[in-house]
């Protein structure tokens, strides 16, 4: 059988993640050479070859902390995590979205962070707008759970519990920002790609149930960005700890955050309907790449 | 009761009747063996029902894929149909027990058909959201995780609770009929399990005086207790929207719009029904006009009512204008398919329908039962019509348009939604047709007990009475005005909620070597960073002081040594440093190239100390626990419920212990 070279690259990625979850209990992946060195990293495909990876697209998937472990609903104390788009950085590339995508080996239509071209009145630019979960302060998804399989943690991130989800959709219903996505067929699982369910991971996913982005949660924990932000080579997508008042970017640049939205007029999306995102927006002043061509308004 | 116990000595009181035997009579014809329609009738539904079941076996086999929803739309036709269904469910119990309270004498053959829809209305609705969950197999989640804080919750609790409550209420008000039919089976031939099921069910009822008192208590309690709970059954359904912030949906007026709407298309259902029943099973005696004219009547009020519920909510919102409620009413009531909808909608099934009942109104004699069939069942497709517009074109209309991320969004429900959708509807008239076989579909003993105490010509049936009544009629109400201002005042009743660690420098032992530490110039606190070379202060290296933070270092500035080898930044006092308020400060040398990347470290104090938070869990309406007043409000309002229900059920005790 001939497999599409994307698609066989995708699958000796899921290699990798399962590599890093099922061989490695330590914190990272002991299989995978150290990614971000350029070159050719050695993988594991699914049919037991070796082959390799271009080092640059290489990530490893870390494992998340299993569904029974308390810290998975009380998240970790003394951190609030949050996000800062810079939109006056963003050129609609969507390297945060494919990036995403592959980490979480999410189906092609289902964004869990999506770039939308907004436009706020006729007379005002048009200008890009990546979305993640907005991890609420407020979360109105989190209020209406039947079954508390959505929950929000210490540090601040609206985790889903697939294992308890039973696929209502009152969250999805309930969300303004339409950040909730739903596993409507059964989701296509290797069978070798079978690494224990977490839901700080999401994964492996599960039929009839919620999903969004997590923030990544694994990866915070290993003290590394999420996907998003470090797949973003134009800096756009900060994340940080609040509580640190540091914001970092793909880039590597470490922002103090209540300066940068002090000086930068940061604000949040819909402040208005009382939701407190844990994500802040820089309005697109002053910005790097051309507008984009208006396409529906706000 | 024993069941040798077959004949009482003497019949008492009902039985005692010729009435009661003759209409005893006639409603045993009804509940004969159905014939050659009948069968053809049950066969068919039972195919429906079974073709729904392979439907619904699909979707569980494929999962929800199975149907049209899909991102974004994430609810549709399942969720219309529960909310359509429950919405019959108020013909019923509501009118009925508004028509008992306000002793509205038409009532009397009513009742039996709406207290019926209600408990099958609801039998098929509540089983319309397990259908559309994504994993039916944890269903018991609910209760074993179940939050109160949300209003799915307040939904299970509610309909629950109306359920257990319509069931007992259509049964106390069975039992007399049952004790009828149980003496009338047993003078006849047709003893076996109906004899035995009426045995059963009737509790011994002799129609003692001291049973006759326990059953009016019974019936009373239930009367006054099941309006409240109809009222806020449909009340919590329309919180599943109205507690959303998403527009059409976030509305304050909702419970009320609801409960409108479901008592609107619960009466259109009910004339249906009676219509039906009264033509199949010749009760042209017992229906009569004076019924469909006074339920005529209510539902040109109740038209009239839901019409302006609607004009109040979309008015409202337009004149407002909002910029997503204009998106909204632009899918909803434009050009597009759903604005065709919409108006066709209004038009066809609530205008029209209006001017049909408006007629008898005007014109008291006219009253066609075909006219007022059609008005029904233009409304009841208007309503279901309309919580399809109520449930799909908000979700066509997030705050973010989907058309900014070149997604398009449609709903087309499958061939899977829509057989299920049928086999509801089966299973509703199915449990109807098997009732009206087995149960008497017209209360016998309320007929009997209403001519008898003011006539048949004022309940409105066509029967001659045995004795003529003695006792006088109680005081003339309008039934249909009464009725009218009941449901007008229940209505506006439920509209009322340093120490300092130098770290050895980490490149390959360069001559030149860098400490920080905190100290303290012109009185103000500062990071001293010392630059040496062979032991000596190295004068004009460029060094960069930087925070360690989580995923990076935050740079607070830099500067050139002075001749001591010493660089001062002030302390970021501003900066938080964990509950000590310690910061890990970095020191590096930028210039000259030779040292570039020749850096120590130190942990500081003075930073902003950041206490624990006091309780990270602090009760809100998104925590895992519900706010002590909700828990305290819903607990109160279910166990006054349960209460009457106790309290109803020791009455039927009584009557079994009087036997």
Not at chain 2, 535 to 551: D, H, W
Request: with cysteine.
């Amino acid at each position: 059988m001939q497999i599409p070279r994307r698609s066989f690259l995708r699958k000796s990625l899921q290699a990798l993640g399962l590599a890093a979850t099922g061989t490695s209990t330590t914190k990272g992946a002991s299989a995978v050479a150290n990614p971000d060195v350029c070159g050719a990293t050695p993988a594991l495909t699914p049919d037991g070859r070796l082959i390799q990876v271009q080092g640059s697209t290489a990530t490893p998937m870390l494992p998340g902390l299993p569904p029974g472990d308390p810290k998975v609903r009380s998240g970790i104390a003394g951190r609030k995590w949050v996000m800062v788009v810079d939109l006056s950085r963003c050129d609609g590339c969507r390297k945060c979205t494919e990036s995403c995508q592959q980490m979480h080996q999410t189906p092609v239509e289902r964004e869990w962070i999506r770039v939308f071209t907004m436009q706020d009145a006729k007379e005002t630019a048009p200008y890009f707008f990546p979305k993640a979960c907005f991890h609420c302060d407020n979360p109105p998804c989190t209020k209406v759970c039947p079954v508390g399989a959505t929950f929000k943690r210490q540090d601040g991130i609206v985790l889903i519990d697939n294992e308890r989800c039973i696929g209502c959709r009152f969250c999805i219903a309930a969300c303004p920002y339409s950040s909730r996505y739903f596993n409507w067929g059964r989701p296509e699982t290797p069978a070798k790609l079978t690494p224990a369910y977490s839901p700080e991971t999401g994964f492996p996913r599960r039929v009839g149930t919620v999903e969004k982005c997590d923030f990544c949660p694994e990866m915070l924990s290993a003290g590394k960005l999420p996907h998003c932000a470090s797949a973003c080579a134009k800096g756009v997508i900060y994340f940080g700890d609040q509580l640190e008042d540091a914001v970092t970017n793909g880039r590597g640049e470490t922002e103090q955050l209540s300066k940068m939205l002090r000086e930068r007029a940061g604000y949040r999306f819909m402040e208005d309907l009382g939701t407190e995102p844990r994500a802040y927006y820089l309005p697109p002043r002053g910005r790097m790449y051309p507008a984009p061509k208006a396409t529906a308004q706000h | 009761m024993d069941a040798t116990t077959t004949s009482p000595a003497a019949p008492t009181g009902l039985e005692a009747t010729g009435l009661a035997q003759r209409l005893t009579t006639q409603l045993e014809r009804t509940m004969a063996a159905p014939g050659a329609a009948g069968r053809i009738w049950i066969g068919s539904l039972l195919a429906v029902i079974a073709a729904a079941l392979l439907a619904y076996v699909y979707q569980l086999a494929r999962g929800l894929e199975a149907t049209g929803m899909r991102e974004y739309v994430s609810w549709g036709v399942y969720i219309t149909n529960f909310v359509f269904f429950i919405g019959i469910s108020h013909a019923g119990t509501l009118i009925s027990a508004i028509l008992r309270v306000t002793n509205a004498e038409w009532r009397r053959s009513v009742t039996r058909v709406a207290e019926a829809i209600t408990v099958f209305a609801l039998m098929v609705g509540a089983p319309m959201v397990l259908i559309d969950l994504g994993r039916i197999d944890r269903l018991l989640n609910i209760v074993v995780h179940g939050r109160l804080n949300s209003p799915l919750l307040w939904d299970v609790c509610s309909v629950c609770t109306y359920l257990v409550g319509s069931i007992t209420f259509l049964y106390v008000a069975l039992i007399p009929d049952f004790a009828l039919l149980r003496a009338k089976t047993t003078n006849g031939q047709t003893l076996g399990w109906r004899w035995r099921l009426y045995n059963a069910l009737s509790l011994g009822y002799r129609d003692t005086p001291e049973q006759k008192r326990y059953l009016e208590r019974a019936m009373h309690a239930m009367s006054v207790i099941i309006i409240p709970v109809a009222v806020s059954v449909h009340t919590v359904v329309s919180w599943i929207f109205g507690m959303t912030l998403r527009p059409g949906w976030h509305s304050t007026i909702f419970g009320p719009y609801f409960v409108v709407g479901a008592i609107y298309s619960g009466t259109a259902a009910l004339i249906v029904a009676m219509v039906v029943f009264r033509k199949v099973y010749h009760l042209e005696n017992l229906i009569t006009m004076r019924q469909f004219r006074a339920l005529g009547a209510l539902l040109m009020a109740l038209t009239v009512v839901y019409l302006y519920f609607t004009l109040s909510e979309y008015l409202t919102v337009w004149y407002g204008g909002e910029a997503v409620d204009r998106r909204l009413l632009d899918v909803l009531m434009g050009p597009g398919s759903y604005g065709i909808l919409w108006w066709l909608t209004v038009v066809g099934c609530f205008f029209v329908p209006a001017l049909l009942l408006v007629i008898p109104v005007i014109f008291p004699h006219r009253v066609s039962l075909s006219r007022l069939v059609v008005a029904c069942i233009l409304i009841n497709i208007g309503m279901w019509l309309k919580r399809y517009l109520i449930v799909v074109p908000t979700l066509l209309t997030p705050f973010i348009p989907a058309e900014a991320a070149g997604v398009k969004l449609v709903y087309e429900p499958t061939w899977v939604e829509w057989t299920i959708t049928a086999g509801a509807f089966a299973v509703f008239l199915l449990l109807f047709t098997l009732f009206a076989k087995v149960f008497p579909i017209v209360s016998i003993w309320e007929t009997v007990e209403g001519v008898e105490q003011v006539g048949a010509e004022r309940i409105g049936v066509q029967v001659e009475a045995d004795p003529p009544p003695p006792r006088p009629a109680p005081g003339g109400i309008i039934p249909g005005v009464a009725t009218v201002g009941g449901i007008v005042l229940l209505l506006s009743l439920s509209v009322g909620p340093s120490r300092v660690m130098a770290l050895e420098a980490t490149a390959p032992a360069p001559p030149a070597q860098i400490s920080v530490t905190s100290g303290r110039e012109e009185g103000k606190q500062v990071i001293l960073a010392t630059v040496t070379r062979a032991g000596k202060p190295l004068e004009g290296a460029r060094v960069v002081l930087q925070v360690n933070r989580t995923f990076g270092n935050l740079t607070l500035g830099e500067d050139d040594t002075l001749a001591d080898g010493t660089m001062a930044l002030a302390f970021p006092a501003d900066l938080p440093g964990g509950p000590e308020g310690k910061l890990r400060v970095i020191a590096q040398i930028k210039s000259p190239a030779e040292y570039a990347a020749v850096s120590a470290q130190a942990t500081l104090d003075g930073a902003l100390k950041v206490p624990p938070e006091a309780d990270p869990f602090a009760p809100a309406l998104w925590a895992p626990t519900a706010p002590l007043g909700l828990v305290i409000t819903i607990c109160s309002l279910l166990a006054i419920v349960w209460t009457v229900y106790a309290f109803v059920i020791a009455q039927l005790v009584r009557i079994k212990n009087s036997s």
